[in-house]
């Protein structure tokens, strides 16, 4: 298969409510380029701030641009014109970075919070009780600057599929607890993207709106 049939047959399987984030890290711009115009696809992830700036710059499509990586706080200046969602928000201080950046160039940023849900050193992310607490003390109300879309996780890398739709689950009832206590009102809030392209069927049935998929559209890295 090529670009355009890998690309309509994974589709072909996710329901058209879920949106599709191709993640085309590392991958050139004619590629990108190619499946854009070949499908009319729109959604793409980036994890490094300087290789979403360039491809952002280069592709005068509407293409919306959603930053995946895990985000230093001194490269969010360099990130914010050309991000049209940053997924990955894993700190209460790159939260207020983001908003006080945001606010210089007069943009609203949409966001998604990241949650830690694997049993893995490696991921970023919030606990629930962090940003309970920070919205308990008012100061997540005074970032104007911020949409607040939803949440975001990252299961294990592993092939236990229970303990990888135990971590879904545990992501759907952080986004259900955060809507009803905080969000309520909030339209925007609305967003869970989880699956990548070895568990997106899983994340989908525990609730998933937003699938991330990279090398099932791609091919590999
Ligand atoms: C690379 C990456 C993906 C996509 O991974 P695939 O397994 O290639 O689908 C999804 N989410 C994040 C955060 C990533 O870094």
């Known amino acids: 298969m090529n670009l355009t049939e890998r690309y309509f047959s994974v589709r072909a399987t996710i329901p058209s409510a879920v949106r599709i984030i191709a993640v085309s890290k590392y991958k050139p711009l004619q590629e990108i380029e190619k499946l854009h115009v070949e499908t009319g696809h729109i959604d793409f992830g980036e994890n490094k701030v300087q290789d979403l700036a360039l491809k952002a710059m ?16 001194n490269k969010v200046k360099a990130l914010l014109p050309h ?30 919070l990241q949650f830690y849900i694997a049993k893995e050193e490696t991921k970023f992310g919030f606990i629930y009780e962090e940003v309970a607490a920070y919205i308990s003390s ?15 996780g990252m299961a294990t890398f592993s092939d236990n599929k229970n303990q990888i739709r135990e971590e879904f689950q545990s992501l759907k009832r952080i986004y259900n607890s955060l809507k009803r206590n905080y969000f309520e009102e909030n339209d925007s809030f609305k967003e869970i993207s989880m699956g990548m392209s ?9 609730g998933s709106t937003m699938v991330r998929i990279g090398s099932g559209i791609f091919g590999m890295r």
């Open 138 to 152: 008012g100061k997540l109300m005074q970032l104007k600057n911020i949409e607040f879309c939803g949440v975001m």
């Open 83 to 112: 991000v049209s969602m940053i997924q990955s928000i894993d700190s209460i201080k790159l939260l207020e970075i983001v908003n006080k950046e945001a606010q210089k160039i007069n943009r609203i940023i949409p966001c998604l």
């Open 58 to 73: 280069a592709l005068k499509y509407p293409i919306k641009w959603h930053f995946i990586g895990h985000l230093q706080t």
């Open 198 to 206: 070895d568990d997106f069927n899983l994340a989908i049935e525990e």
